[in-house]
């Protein structure tokens, strides 16, 4: 069964006009937890195909890594589609996944899934 152990990792939605999710440590968070071994990455919403697509470019994605791990730490996105991106990397630390698994997938496009490979791309 799926215990509440196993439920550590809840995903955060607000649904506004552009919506904002977040998954695991905020970079504050990582940072007094693990010290100088944190990595972040943030990448405008405007550097996003799909988000020209959709004339929706306001936004940032902001994702937290454990470098000596790979681990992925935790992740903001305040940008169109934030509710459904985040369930792709709330999965990938749940299985426990580096996060050079989401950089290197090959995902569809025009998506905003595919804003993962150069979130991700450290």
């Known amino acids: 069964s799926y215990t509440r152990a196993q439920r550590a990792v809840l995903p955060h939605v607000i649904f506004m006009q ?29 550097a996003v195909p799909r988000m020209h697509v959709d004339n929706k470019t306001t936004g940032l994605l902001k994702a937290v890594i454990q470098p000596s791990t790979g681990h992925i730490l935790g992740a903001t996105l305040f940008c169109q589609q934030a509710p459904e991106v985040i369930n792709t990397i709330k999965t990938a630390m749940d299985a426990g996944l580096p996060y050079t ?22």
Do not use: C, W
């Not at 998954?23 to 010290?35: H, N, P």
């Not at 290197?104 to 991700?120: C, G, K, M, R």
């Open 18 to 46: 552009t919506p904002l999710a977040r998954v695991g440590l905020t970079e504050a968070a990582a940072r007094a937890q693990y010290g100088d071994d944190v990595k972040v990455k943030e990448l405008p919403a405007m």
């Open 101 to 122: 698994v989401l950089r290197d997938q090959i995902f569809t496009h025009p998506t905003v899934s595919e804003a993962l490979n150069d979130l991700f791309a450290l």
